[in-house]
């Protein structure tokens, strides 16, 4: 059975995006970058709802083609060229990049996807990671908590039925008062 990471960049009052899908807020650093590079490298299929695949596939396609492209840049733009993912949209119609477009229950395709052999998969995406997290289906939570509070826009968190009891399992402090924390869900 795989294991499901849902992490992302957060600010301290919970939110992945101020209003206006704003995240000029994060707190960027080498560190920060190379872990999430590192989180990437030891993926083996990522699954992204729409919004977060538009974002991520408008850049980092060719971001290794850039003039001003870092050596870690250049790796984690050609990592996530090559490694498979699944975004789930029905409101697109067109992928590229290896990846594949489910149009279908997430839900169900998560179930499915996890019972597989296989190494860990990543969810990204509030709403798709939200229905896999009321559905039970998180493993893991990676949280990069930056000092800011936004005040409001796109939560981390959903509204869950019950509790989610959890085991931290790694906190470590990066530059710019970045807080990296790692919890599996207790089950």
């Known amino acids: 059975m795989r294991k499901l990471i849902y992490g992302m960049n957060l600010s301290l009052d919970g939110y992945i995006a101020a209003p206006g899908d704003d995240?000029?807020?994060g707190v960027p650093s080498d560190e920060l970058f190379q872990f999430w590079s590192d989180?990437?490298?030891?993926?083996e299929l990522?699954?992204?709802g729409r919004k977060l695949w538009q974002a991520m596939s408008s850049h980092w396609p060719t971001g290794d083609q850039r003039p001003d492209a870092t050596p870690a840049e250049i790796k984690f733009a050609r990592?996530?060229?090559d490694m498979p993912k699944a975004v789930f949209s029905s409101t697109i119609d067109t992928v590229d990049w290896n990846t594949r477009l489910v149009t279908g229950d997430a839900v169900a395709e998560i179930t499915r996807l996890k019972a597989e052999d296989g190494g860990p998969m990543d969810i990204g995406g509030a709403t798709l990671a939200a229905a896999a997290m009321r559905a039970g289906l998180i493993d893991e939570y990676v949280l990069a908590t930056a000092p800011v509070l936004v005040g409001g826009g796109t939560p981390f968190f959903t509204a869950l039925d019950n509790w989610v009891n959890l085991n931290l399992i790694e906190t470590r402090t990066l530059p710019g008062g970045v807080i990296l924390t790692r919890y599996e869900t207790r089950r």
């Open 79 to 81: 990592r996530w060229r």
């Open 46 to 48: 990522s699954l992204y």
């Open 23 to 25: 995240i000029a807020w």
């Open 39 to 43: 989180q990437l490298r030891a993926t």
